[in-house]
């Protein structure tokens, strides 16, 4: 089973990649409408949002645990 390289979710099923595209590494919720990966600071700005939604945290503080979260993930380990 692969992860995701850019939010860590599980990839169980072919729908869970972009565009039913198992050589990628990335899932569908990690792409862009024409199937390529999103941006680092896209993934931040979702991951921040979400945070912010279920966690009501303050939006600063999300920024940065989501960028501690992100940083843990394969894909932007360099970022
Ligand atoms: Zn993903």
Redesign the pocket.
């Known amino acids: 089973m692969k992860m995701?390289i850019?939010?860590?979710?599980p990839m169980t099923q072919i729908a869970d990649y972009p565009r039913y595209d198992i050589s990628k590494n990335?899932?569908k919720?990690?792409a862009k409408s024409d199937g390529s990966m999103k941006s680092f600071d896209e993934k931040l700005e979702e991951l921040t949002l979400r945070y912010v939604e279920e966690h009501s945290m303050d939006y600063q503080v999300a920024k940065e645990t989501a960028r501690i979260i992100l940083k843990k993930l394969p894909a932007w380990k360099r970022w």
């Open positions: 995701c850019a939010c860590g979710m990335y899932c919720l990690c």
